[in-house]
Structure formats: C-alpha cells, structure tokens
C-alpha cells in the first residue's frame, strides 16, 4: 500500500520531544575550548589600533587574535573581488562586524576577555540604507570600487511606448524592510582539528559545499576534511552562508591542538546573522477600462549590506523573474541593481527573492483594481494564467502547470466573501466598530532547484541531489540523502516514499544525512528543492533496486522476472499468489553469491543516483486575510488566515500544513512587526526581541486550509515542494486587508510592517499622506 498522501506521524519527533536530540551546543569534547568574538561598536570606522594585552592576561584565555594573526589565511568564501575577511583589517564596514577572537577554556570565561579588548576606531562617514549608498558623493563601503552599486541591469527605454498606449496607468513604490532570520537557534560550530584531520560539527544547511570550502580554505584533502550536521533548530537560508567563524574556529582548533566551540548569542545574532529581504521597488502598469493588466515594468534595488553573498545578490534576479506572478502580462520589462550599505550582510531568506516578487505583483492588482473601482478578486481572475506549459518574459521561469482560477475558486468556498464584505459595510456605518479588511494573494513562487545550471553559480557542484538506497541483510532499508533538511520533516516524507516505492514497512526504512563522510556528495537543502529533487531521487533509486530484487525473487521462485510483482513485505508471482517470498529472505540471498543470478554481483541491492529534473517547480495559491483594526488604537489584528495551496503532490499533508502554517506565521510577522531599523550613523536600533518584534504564539490567527493539486510535470512524484510557501503569499495577503479597510480615507498603500502607530497616524490624520 502506498504511503503517498498519509498523515504519518514524523519520525524525528521522539528524540526531539525527549530532550534526546543533540544540538551544536549539546557536544562538549573533551578538552573543548570555547571562542568569543569581539564586535565593532562602530558601522564604518578606522580601527586605529587594537590593545589585547588585558584579555591575554584574562583567567583562562588560551588565544587572543587579531586580523594580523589570520593574515596568511584566505578571505571568507564569496563573489570574487567581494569577499570578507575573517576579522576586519583596517576598517570596520558594519556594526558588528568581528575584529577579534577570544579564546579561553570555558565560555564564561571567553567572553569576560572579550569584553577586556580595547578597540580605538576613528568613525568615518556612513551609507546606512540604499539611498544614502547612492547619493551623490556616498562614502564607498569597498574603496576597491568606483560606487556603492556592484551588479545591475538596467530598464532603458523598453515598455515605455507600450505604457503610453494603455488606457490606465499608475505607479507603486514600495519599501520592504530588512528582517532578521532568528532561529530559534543561533549558529554555532564545534571544530576539531586531530591527528586525522579536520571535523567540524555544524547547523549547515549544505554540509558537503561546507566540506569543500573547507578543505579548499586550508588546504586539507577532502577525505581529511569532515562535516557533520547534528540536529539544527531552524535556518530559513541564514544558516546556508559562509561566515568567519566557520573558518576561525578550524584554524583556532590547528594552533591549539584542540577543540573549539562557538555558539552564537541571542544579540550577536541579530547583529551578525545574515539579515533577509530589504528592497526597495519602483513599479509602473499599465492597463485597460476592464483591469486586464498590459505592460509592467518594474526597477527592483537591493540593500546587500557591507558584503556582498551570491544568495544575496540573486534576490532581485528572483524578484524579477517572478515579478509578473500568476498573470499574463503581454509586456514586462525589468530591471534591478545591488547596494552595498554599511549594514549586517544580506543573504537568501525563506522565500529569498520570490515573497518580495509577490508582494509587488499582487500589490499591483490591488492598485489597478482601487483605480478602476473594480472587485480585486475578479481583476485577479480576469488576468490569471490558464494555458500550460507557460513561457514567462523570463527564460528561467516556463511554468509546468497549474490552476490559478481554481485556487481563487476554492478560496472563496472556504471564505464566505460576499458575507464578509457584507459586513465590511455594516462596520463602515457604525464608527464604534473595528473597521474589517479582506485582502487577497494569488501567489506563485519558483522552488524545486534541480535543473542543470540552477546552483552552479553559488559555488556548488550542481543542481543533482544524491541519493542511495541500500537493502540490509534482514530486508530493511537505509536511504542516504545528501539534502540536509533542518525541521521539514525530511526523514518522514523520504521513508515514506522508500516505502511506498519499495513495499518495505514504513517503520523498517531509516534515512540518513548531514555526514560527509557518510554520504559521499550532496548539494543540500534550499529553495523548496528537497522532496522535487531529493524525494524524486529516492523513488529513482528505489526503483533501481526493486528491479534487482525482483530478479533475484524469480532466480529463488523459479519465475520469470516480468511476473514478479511487489506483495507485502516481499514478492509475489502474478496470477500464483501462493508463490511468494519476504524480503527479508530476497536480502539475505543478495549477498550469496551462489544464490543469485550469475550476472548480479552480491550487494546488488544498492543503488545511487544524482537525481536531476528537467524544470524548476512553481508552487503556487491563493490566500485570503480578514483583518479588524481598532479605530482608536490603529491596532491590526488578523481575525483569520484563508489558505489554498498547490504544491503538486502532497507527500504526507501533517507535514504540508505544518510547513505552510509557519511559513505563514513568518509572512504575517513580516507584514505586521519585523522591521531592523538603522539610524543614520549605521547603529541597530533593533538589536534584541525587546525592540525587534516577533510574534509570540498568541499573534498568529487561525487558520482554514485546503489544497488543490495540479501535479508538477518536472519530476514523477508530481512534487513542487511548499517549505516556503506561507511566506510568499501571506505578507500581500495581509497588506491588501489593511489596505482594503482603510481604503474610505483614501489609502492605497502602506509599507510594511503594518504597525499600530502608522495606522493610528492614518486614522488620526483621515488622510493618505504616504506612509
């Protein structure tokens, strides 16, 4: 029986639930030392000099480095011309950026030395957003380049004549915000540098492009270079990034001859963590008299803070080649370019590049929609896509399939719309009732990063994910992955697929990963690519070996090979169902050379692919979001989140519903509280939970889910992934209801995050004065 679609309980749960699971900070070796770093106080300055002599002195400390003492080491791994040095040499480019390393015996002990390291900086002037990076005469953030923008293309004069022959035009800026990742585990790294070579223990979403760097940086042969994943509490594309510490504690570890930890704080990780989104969009559309969108152009700018990462400088290429979403827009021209800033790095985020995209299409509808004085639902299905496959203005994104019309359908099934704008307008009268909004996201994304060429530009080997199947002598089985999931549930979803494929019990298929002295090769987990790409290698390799089993089966039955058939647990003969055989007894045999065909070797039930897909995959949906807002406060509160997913196949829906629900709660966080905010010297004014907001479990609305399926043609399993769907289609979703309730004053946008005090300042002032 198949296990494709059964709500199985996860397999990871146990352990975790028991306090048996073993984090970074969970291995102590013996003999560990721990590292501390010291952070810049200043956003750009001078480092005039650097006085280590108190904390050398300090109870403990074994090492006190400074950038003088990394000199005969590499940069951090990044773009060329771009990269970051281990610790700052000479300037300090952001706050927070480390200057030094402290080393002591405990951790106490390392950052009470820390806290002894005297640092003179001479401040020197700062670019803290994008447009004070590219004001005339902006202080360069890399002196190496003659502007603060390091990679664009541009709009030209293309659409321009096609906008002045539409109908309709408007124009949209938006401006969203730079978040903070925040794990619920900062990252951290456990480096044991022994006679062997180099291990290090670390939450990395991509263990072997880690093991590679590694061995790389040191010049250290990848059989003595090892990296191991041990549980990792969340990473949301933040722990996908090579930062110093990865490579200060290995080259720490050499000189010491010992092991060195580090493990993040809370504040270090805001500061220092690569920070998400932060874009800022120029839109221009045009359209006809009944809101079918004709020309869309848009200019997307990206803040890549001080140092530039490859994930980073993708997103404005994601947003743009996602910019027109669901729709079919016969024109769209787009353009964008990367800033860096004096601020915390920016990297991939859930979502990375493709919430922004659907913040700024489905931003749009609502505008054209608010100027026509037309139902934003029905703009939405006048322009929806309905023909598949789907060639897009941008070649990286052909969309296999889909049922934009359909999910919008569903949504209002599960929402009651016209009772809801019934009582929007009851509410509107009564001036003591919280004003209601309803807002709407039919949103698209691009996910499932296999195809050849999709990944190779961030440093991997390739867009492949590896995959072995091995049968055990008694009939149970093993999948190696080289994806390395952190919370999605992988180990579940992939045995239940070995399962499925191999007709072996789900609770006798155990999967591993996040070894690479295990798994050989891998690429790792990102851009919703693991069950698309890795789910599709194991049916791939479980297959392989299914074919070889049932060889043997007829070798030991007597049978020919095309008549035996999977039964429970084993093999059977079609139309003899008395002539059987358990897998158990198929597995031992495999290994007997004497009792298998003579053209199978033993162990042949075993095989490895490098699972590749033709086709990225294109999850997409519709949600809806009723929010009230109290006219005296200008507090939102989401009374419900209505969501319609399409993600292909659903492998196991507890895990898809879970997936979407804290994508959504990270959407709604976004659109609502998170925001880090620099003052204009480069200083954090959102550096603990204290002033940077997240939403406690008592924020997050209710939800009504449901599903449609449109089944993914780049991959058998019909897969599209949904990891970071909620945080694609929740933030416009929640921005159009406020927008929608305060639309009688006039207001046509505001930016998130949607905060009490902006909508207090709305509803004080009774005007759109823009936000």
């Known amino acids: 029986m198949s296990l494709i679609g059964a709500r199985v309980v996860r397999k990871e749960d146990p352990a975790l639930l028991t306090g048996q699971g073993a984090f970074v900070d969970d291995l102590a070796p013996t003999g560990c030392a721990f590292m501390a770093m010291v952070p810049s106080s200043e956003a750009h300055a001078r480092i005039v000099s650097i006085g280590t002599e108190e904390a050398r002195r300090a109870p403990g400390v074994l090492a006190v480095w400074t950038a003088a003492d990394v000199a005969d080491l590499p940069l951090v791994p990044g773009p060329p011309g771009l990269q970051r040095p281990l610790l700052a040499a000479g300037t300090v480019r952001y706050l927070g950026e480390p200057v030094a390393v402290v080393v002591a015996n405990d951790r106490y002990q390392a950052s009470s030395a820390a806290a002894l390291v005297v640092v003179d900086y001479e401040p020197l002037p700062v670019a803290a957003n994008v447009a004070a990076a590219m004001a005339a005469g902006a202080p360069l953030v890399n002196p190496d380049l003659p502007s603060n923008v390091v990679f664009e293309q541009g709009l030209g004069d293309e659409g321009l004549a096609e906008l002045e022959a539409c109908p309709h035009r408007a124009t949209l800026r938006i401006s969203i915000p730079k978040c903070a990742p925040s794990p619920i585990e900062p990252t951290g790294c456990l480096a044991d540098w022994g006679p062997t070579g180099l291990t290090e223990w670390v939450p990395f979403q991509a263990p072997h492009h880690l093991r590679t760097m590694l061995s790389r940086f040191f010049g250290v042969s990848q059989d003595q270079t090892r990296v191991i994943l041990p549980e990792i509490g969340g990473g949301f594309g933040s722990k996908i990034n090579f930062v110093p510490e990865l490579f200060l504690a290995p080259a720490l570890s050499r000189f010491l001859q010992r092991p060195v930890k580090y493990i993040q704080t809370r504040s270090e990780a805001m500061q220092s963590m690569y920070h998400g989104r932060g874009q800022e969009q120029e839109v221009e559309v045009g359209f006809d008299d009944d809101g079918r969108i004709l020309v869309l152009r848009a200019m997307v700018t990206q803040d ?29 021209v787009t353009g964008w370019r990367n800033v860096l800033t004096h601020t915390t790095p920016v990297a991939a985020y859930r979502g990375a590049g493709r919430p922004e995209a659907a913040f700024l299409i489905e931003r749009t509808i609502d505008l054209v929609a608010d100027e026509l004085g037309l139902d934003p639902v029905e703009v939405r299905r006048r ?55 309803i807002g709407f996201s039919s949103w698209l994304e691009i996910a499932g990063f296999g195809p050849p060429g999709s990944l190779e530009g961030f440093g991997h080997l390739g867009s492949w994910e590896s995959v072995q199947v091995r049968i055990q002598p008694d009939g149970s089985a093993i999948v190696y992955t080289g994806a390395a999931p952190h919370g999605q549930g992988t180990v579940t979803t992939f045995a239940q697929i070995a399962a499925s494929e191999l007709g072996i019990p ?38 392989k070996v299914v074919e070889r089993a049932k060889r043997i089966a007829a070798h030991l039955l007597e049978a020919a090979p095309e008549d035996v058939v999977l039964a429970e647990d084993g093999f059977a003969v079609q139309g003899t169902p008395s002539r059987t055989i358990a897998w158990s007894e198929v597995a031992w045999k495999s290994f007997q050379p004497l009792e298998i065909p003579s053209d199978l070797e033993p162990g042949a039930l075993d095989a490895t692919v490098f699972q590749q897909v033709s086709n990225f995959s294109f999850p997409s949906g519709a949600y809806g979001c009723v929010v009230e807002i109290d006219r005296q406060t200008g507090r939102v509160e989401i009374r419900r989140m209505y969501l319609v997913d399409d993600c292909g196949t659903v492998i196991n829906p507890m895990l898809a519903e879970g997936q979407v629900h804290g994508g959504v709660a990270q959407g709604v966080a976004q659109a609502l509280y998170e925001q880090v905010v620099y003052d204009d010297a480069g200083t954090m004014l959102t550096g603990t939970f204290m002033d940077y907001l997240v939403p406690s479990a008592v924020e997050i609305p209710p939800f009504t889910d449901s599903f449609v399926c449109t089944p993914s043609t780049s991959n058998t399993l019909g897969a599209k992934g949904i990891g970071e769907s909620g945080s694609v289609g929740a933030p416009p979703a929640v921005v159009n209801a406020v927008v929608d309730a305060l639309s009688p004053l006039g207001v046509r946008h505001v930016d998130m995050p949607v905060t009490p005090e902006k909508v207090w300042r709305i509803l004080r002032d009774g005007t759109a004065t823009p936000v």
């Open 304 to 332: 890549n803070g001080a140092y530039p990462n490859e994930t980073g400088m993708g997103l404005p290429v994601l947003t743009t080649t996602m910019a027109a979403g669901c729709y079919h827009i016969p024109k769209v």
């Open 506 to 543: 789900f609770d006798k298929v155990s999967v591993r990963y996040g070894d690479t002295a295990v798994v050989p090769q891998g690429i790792g987990t990102m851009g919703s690519r693991i069950t698309p790409i890795g789910g599709e290698g194991v049916r791939t390799a479980s297959g």
């Open 383 to 437: 322009n929806v896509i309905r023909t598949f496959p789907y060639a897009t203005h941008s070649p990286l994104a052909v969309y296999d399939s889909g049922d934009y019309a359909g999910a919008l359908d569903e949504l209002m099934r599960i929402m009651d719309y016209e009772g809801l704008r019934a009582e929007q307008e009851r509410r509107r009268s009564d001036p003591d009732a919280p004003l209601l909004g």
